[in-house]
Antibody, heavy 123, light 107 residues
Framework: QVTLKESGPVLVKPTETLTLTCTVSGFSLSNARMGVSWIRQPPGKALEWLAHIFSNDEKSYSTSLKSRLTISKDTSKSQVVLTMTNMDPVDTATYYC???????????????WGQGTLVTVSS | DIQMTQSPSSLSASVGDRVTITCQASQDISNYLNWYQQKPGKAPKLLIYAASNLETGVPSRFSGSGSGTDFTFTISSLQPEDIATYYCQQYDNLPYTFGQGTKLEIK
């Protein structure tokens, strides 16, 4: 069974750096055709894609947040880590990690998703 | 970035109704589009991949169609358990982008 689980602080202060960890099971982060994304959702709002790390360690970031984000993985620990610097109250959101299956023209899709972790930014 | 525009943003329908949601991409994305269902307090769940392919285990009342810039998601006969917010998502180009969501309610 494939699962992903997010962990990290529930509360961060403005200007601090957020570090979130996604621990995966049921697949290896070195598997071809499998990557992991981070996606967030402010309360009552839409999903926003943040960052992705491919099986070959290539990385991609949201255009608007690129300067603040870093994604990395530790294959031996089955973990994907996202850091976001200079946190602001508008960054308050539920943060999800999700596996992407990459089959090219056949399709790429997010499945499954973690349960999400709510991060509140407040002093 | 590719912009994804969903309509309507909210929809109220009766049990048994046929429900249709549209998603328009700001440029041609071929069939590189997925649909997700998100129930309150839960993570999104994949329903349709590559525009028209039903994910395993998803009821056949759900379907998707379209290519290029215009896509449609349909529930053929609305059931009470379909109350959720639905999102489209393109994967033709990075960064991946989602639509703003369509909140479906029972009338």
């Amino acid at each position: 069974q494939v699962t992903l689980k997010e962990s990290g602080p529930v509360l961060v202060k403005p200007t601090e750096t957020l570090t979130l960890t996604c621990t995966v099971s049921g697949f290896s982060l070195s598997n071809a055709r499998m990557g992991v994304s981070w996606i967030r959702q402010p309360p009552g709002k839409a999903l926003e894609w943040l960052a992705h790390i491919f099986s070959n360690d290539e990385k991609s970031y949201s255009t608007s947040l690129k300067s603040r984000l870093t994604i990395s993985k530790d294959t031996s620990k089955s973990q994907v880590v996202l850091t976001m610097t200079n946190m602001d109250p508008v960054d308050t959101a539920t943060y999800y990690c999700a596996r992407m299956l990459e089959y090219g023209d056949y399709g790429n899709w997010f499945d499954p998703w973690g349960q999400g972790t709510l991060v509140t930014v407040s002093s | 970035d590719i912009q994804m525009t969903q309509s309507p943003s909210s929809l109220s329908a009766s049990v048994g109704d046929r429900v249709t949601i549209t998603c328009q991409a700001s440029q041609d994305i071929s069939n590189y589009l997925n649909w997700y269902q998100q129930k309150p307090g839960k993570a999104p769940k994949l329903l349709i991949y590559a525009a028209s392919n039903l994910e395993t285990g998803v009821p056949s009342r759900f379907s998707g169609s379209g290519s290029g810039t215009d896509f449609t998601f349909t529930i053929s006969s609305l059931q009470p358990e379909d109350i959720a917010t639905y999102y489209c998502q393109q994967y033709d180009n990075l960064p991946y982008t989602f639509g703003q969501g369509t909140k479906l309610e029972i009338k």
